[in-house]
């Protein structure tokens, strides 16, 4: 009905279970997201272990195959597509075969796609095409992340601040490293000790000298942050943020988001919505 750049031929989420995928090739994409599991994946005679959230871009007659046999089953969300638009096949002629996407967005888009295409509403297969083509262009655009980059921007700043013994200030920089990659994900104090080689009260004695608050308010903040802009700049809904961002429930995000904001996520997200003019 449409003409749009891309055509996707196949969504799908898979399972492998003790299976090996023979190496082969197509005339056509197909694009592997890690969503959890092991295994290992071979593309353009290179093996790689999976790790959750890795996409794997296979392009058109490159060799590629699967192999998962281990305790823990491999699951994807796969895509198979084919691209009309020549500029936009030598764009994606940049892309690695593997890529460590920075999107903590990347797998909701794909789950919305992959519920797309097995309900069939009126213009599915436009609105499958069409968010295919946002991944694929956020893909080529991925190490250029704002969010991403605002963080790191917010990991130097906070870096400039630290003052304490050389060895400590070592140890410290090694924990919010880590906190600023993992934000997204659970983390715990006793994973937060074991970066930084020192005992819990230590720990906290750390997070309370450099930023006035314990390691867990440290990232909670964090997290609030980063849920302020996807309100701002984003269309998921609040429980979507809340789990992108890492809360464990929407509740608990509610509170703390309140306790540092002075208002809900809900009033927070009118507020900004009701004045934001973009003119492109």
């Known amino acids: 009905m449409f003409s749009l750049p891309v055509e996707v031929m196949w969504v799908s989420k898979c399972k492998y279970d003790n299976i090996i995928l023979d190496k082969h090739t197509h005339k056509f994409y197909h694009m592997f997201f890690i969503r959890n599991g092991e295994g290992s994946i071979f593309v353009d005679g290179k093996d790689y272990t999976v790790s959750k959230n890795d996409v794997y871009f296979c392009h058109p007659e490159i060799v590629h195959g699967l192999m998962?046999?281990?305790?823990?089953?491999?699951n994807t969300i796969e895509v198979k597509f084919t691209v009309i638009d020549t500029e936009?096949?030598?764009?994606?002629?940049t892309l690695q075969h593997k890529i460590e996407c920075k999107y903590q967005s990347f797998p909701f888009r794909l789950e919305e796609l992959v519920m797309e295409a097995l309900h069939k509403p009126r213009f599915y297969k436009e609105i499958v095409n069409t968010g295919f083509t946002r991944i694929l262009f956020e893909l080529v655009r991925n190490d250029e992340n704002f969010f991403t980059n605002h963080i790191n921007e917010i990991s130097e700043t906070v870096k400039g601040t630290i003052k304490d013994k050389e060895g400590n200030c070592?140890?410290?920089l090694k924990i919010i490293d880590y906190i600023n990659e993992n934000y997204h994900e659970k983390i715990t104090l006793k994973k937060?000790?074991?970066i930084g080689a020192v005992s819990l009260a230590h720990l906290n004695k750390l997070f309370r000298k450099n930023f006035n608050v314990s390691p867990m308010q440290y990232i909670n903040n964090l997290r609030i942050l980063k849920a302020k802009e996807l309100m701002m700049?984003?269309?998921?809904n609040i429980t979507q943020i809340s789990e992108?961002?890492?809360f464990q429930s929407i509740h608990y995000f509610s509170r703390c988001f309140k306790e540092k904001e002075k208002v809900t996520p809900n009033e927070f997200r009118?507020?900004?919505?009701d004045n934001i003019y973009i003119y492109l």
């Open 68 to 74: 998962a046999q281990s305790a823990s089953p491999l």
């Open 88 to 93: 936009l096949s030598k764009l994606l002629e």
């Open 170 to 172: 070592f140890n410290l």
């Open 192 to 194: 937060l000790s074991d």
């Open 233 to 236: 700049y984003s269309d998921f």
């Open 244 to 246: 992108l961002v890492g």
């Open 270 to 273: 009118k507020d900004v919505k």
